[in-house]
Nanobody, 115 residues
């Protein structure tokens, strides 16, 4: 069983920064890719960033150059450092891990960027 817990969301002004954390249970964390998604009100959930077990990273176009994903396998945690935040970054942010064909999601953390 895998459990993911996000934290670090909050209210920030335009141009500010936040760091999200995704803490995972399970002994195979280090061998799995982890993804960050976000869902704004009235919109579909969208992929934000991916980090593989080998450290390969990809970002969606809207966040590239502003967000940084990283992982600490010793702490079973993936981070999303978000800089230069914009009002359009307002959303609930989720992390996801896939193991044995099953997608596991956290409960999400709210990020609100005021203009």
């Amino acid at each position: 069983q895998v459990r993911l817990v996000e934290s670090g969301g909050g209210l920030v002004q335009t141009g500010g920064s936040l760091r999200l954390s995704c803490l995972a249970s399970g002994t195979f964390f280090s061998s799995k890719a982890v993804e960050w998604y976000r869902q704004a009100p009235g919109k579909q959930r969208e992929l934000v960033a991916t980090i593989t077990s080998g450290g390969s990273i990809n970002y969606s176009d809207p966040v590239r150059g502003r967000f940084t994903i990283s992982r600490d396998n010793a702490k079973s945690t993936v981070y999303l450092q978000m800089n230069s935040l914009k009002p359009e970054d307002t959303a609930v942010y989720y992390c996801k891990l896939t193991a044995r064909g099953v997608d596991y999601w956290g409960q999400g953390t709210q990020v609100t960027v005021s203009s």
